[in-house]
């Protein structure tokens, strides 16, 4: 038996090794925050940290440690280039937006492409495929995706359970950090005395540092807070890793995000004020604590965050935001009782409305309209309330009923199931299409949140439109086309040269694509664009070329 224990030794040790192999930066460049982890991004927390590269492309990315790229993803949105590399300390780092990959990858990935005439792949490798050591260059820092700017997103995540890890926090990287969160906005909520019937907002505090008078605030009220970090040497609105409000020194609420949830992100709509981030605004996380919000688990709270006065006396309330390395900005206000000057707004008489509880299923019929909300999609009991707006347009092609369904402020976690009556003739069926109603129309689909809706019918085709500079659509190697649909929308844009299928991008509106000349030799080929909308519609365009 003895000598099996050198082995042994031998092998605790080299695990130890990889175990203890220190992230290096990605970058070259000084390390600098465009965007930090946890921040609120309306619908989701940022889930990796945003490395500046000072406004270029194409800086190298270094690997941070040893491992393998495991997964590859290209999608006109989302990470645009994405580059995963698992590590053997059982974490994955991920790189996104990236101009380029490193060229056996990058070969990889556009022999896919033609392989399934797919501008969006998405692979994975085994671990002998592409190995790389810390510190390789894996690719080029870009703009890719839902990007507004050259930057690599990067996370690292527990493989397992491909949970994203606030690396940050845990001291990965140890960026300089002394300055403490910035409040810029501050409001205060009314809580209907009618049950279910919601709140309203009571106190704007633009310059929330400024305040010095106490507070007016009714029997039961809740606030929203608007806070962002600084840090040295970068101009950009970073994550509050912490929030906290106390009244007179009891904790109401707190909210810390931790490692982000990916699989409950969404409720994020519940820890927001979701009226103010809807109408463009930044997101405020709010005290009070619905309860359906399944994001508890990073709360803390007492009265569900609500304030209560019931008496005379002047109260503190404060209010804390905490950054990631512990650096504090806190604010106290002078708060008391004063139910008489809030009176509730005026509600819309018109609206037919109905209590409906968030754990319960809920539905509604009405003439021609039914709208079924699975349970769980709601995170508090409201007043659900709907309306018809208006009858059939011919001239816009509405051949039904317009419904407004529900309140557009009231978030949900999961969409519900509509069906509108409709008068469509047989060979149009599959011309009719559930429309977001409004000044124009778009495409909903049949799973809605709350919002105006109506059938409508499309049976205009896409148009197409190639982008000319001095009659010739070549600009440099590049080809761009402008395509539109006015009515349900582009479904796919398809590329061909020469009768073959040519890579190209569709975003915004815009199909892309780049000549290669070891793809395409030089001299006069013909391009052929191919759109489809939703509805089924198509055309196409062919022009003549040389390069
Ligand atoms: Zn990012």
Redesign the pocket.
Known sequence: MKRFFPLVFALVLSLNAWAQEQAIRPLDVPMSFA?TYGELRHDHF?S???WRVGGKVGDDIHVIKSGYISRVSVSPWGYGNGIYVTHPDGTTSVY??LLRFCEPVARRVEKEQYATESFSVNLRFAPDEFPVKQGDVIGQVGNTGS?AGP?L?MEIRDTEQDLSLNYISRGVYKPIDKTSPQFHRVCFYALDTLPLAGSWRIHNLTKPEAVRDTLVLPWRSYVAIDATDRQEGTGAKLAVEQYRVSLDDTLLFAFKVGDVPTDRGRYIRSLIQYDESRRGGRDLVKSLVEPGNRLDDRIESRHRGVIELDDEAVHTLMLEAIDEHGNRAALRYRVRHGDERFQAPVRDSTLQALPWLWYMQNSVTDSTMSYYLPAGALCDNIYFTWKKVAGPDPARGIVSDVWQIGSPDIPLMRAGALEIAADVPPELEDKAYMANYGRTLSYSGVNVRFGTYCVAIDTVAPAIQFVERKKNIVDGSRIRIRVRDDGSGIEAARVEIDGKWYLSMLRNGVVSLELKPERLRRGKHAIKVIVTDICGNESHETRDFSY
């Open positions: 965007g940022h990796g940290v945003d996104g937006h990007s930057h997103h």
